[in-house]
């Protein structure tokens, strides 16, 4: 079973705008983590945010956890053509030990 | 360099026959799992493994075997394949702890006919 949904599915930006995806979930988490993945290959992981965290950056990303709204977004900033690939949110759940992964948000920033 | 290693990279193959991909990591890393991916479905959890000879099923592990006999390796076992099993597969690694994430492998794109 899923853990996380992505919004929105898809997203097709110009270089240089910034792109913000959200990820909303179901239960208690340990953590919530964002991975990049380009064309069927493997998944990069981008940023992890601990549930008593509200907001963390790294580089060009930005991402924030609303416990009270089980929801999460990523921002990236100032975006580039390399940036093309599907983003998923995945939740580490709380008394369990594995990741459950969203459906992803396929993101396309056309130069 | 810090990996995991899947192999092998695709993999076409006939119903029932038993076949294994196997998954090697060099970071000393405690846990391990196996993940398939399917248009749609998104990434589902087969198998993880939190040390070795400790091994435990996920959300879809009907159809799939695993062992973990040393720390470093994790193979995924079919044993009669099918196809509703064709796939992509990826294996991962973290630490025990969970402020990091996880380390994937480059996937197996698995074709049963």
């Known amino acids: 079973s899923q853990q996380g949904e992505e919004d929105p599915q898809a997203l097709s930006i110009q270089e240089g705008e910034n792109a913000t995806m959200n990820c909303s979930y179901k239960t208690s988490i340990n953590n919530l983590q964002w991975y990049r993945q380009n064309s069927g290959r493997g998944l990069v992981h981008l940023i992890l945010i601990r549930s008593n965290e509200r907001e963390k950056h790294s580089g060009r990303l930005r991402v924030t956890l609303d416990t009270s709204k089980k929801s999460s977004s990523l921002l990236i900033t100032a975006s580039r053509a390399a940036d093309t690939a599907s983003y998923f949110c995945?939740?580490?759940?709380?008394?369990?030990?594995?990741?459950?992964f969203g459906t992803g948000t396929r993101l396309t920033v056309i130069p | 360099e810090a990996q995991v290693t899947q192999n092998p990279r695709y993999l076409i193959t006939v119903t029932g026959k038993k076949l294994t991909v196997t998954c090697s990591q060099n970071?000393?890393?405690?846990?391990m799992s196996w993940y398939r991916q399917d248009p749609g479905l998104g990434l589902r959890q087969i198998y993880y493994s939190m040390n070795v000879e400790v091994t435990d099923k996920g959300d879809v592990p009907e159809g799939y075997k695993v062992s973990r006999k040393e720390k470093r390796n994790f193979p995924l076992i079919l044993e009669s394949p099918s196809p509703n099993q064709t796939s992509l597969y990826f294996c991962a690694s973290r630490t025990s702890s969970d402020r990091e994430g996880y380390t994937f492998g480059s996937g197996t794109r698995l074709t049963v006919v």
């Open positions: 995945a939740t580490d759940r709380t008394g369990a030990n594995n990741l459950f």
């Open positions: 970071m000393n890393h405690e846990y």
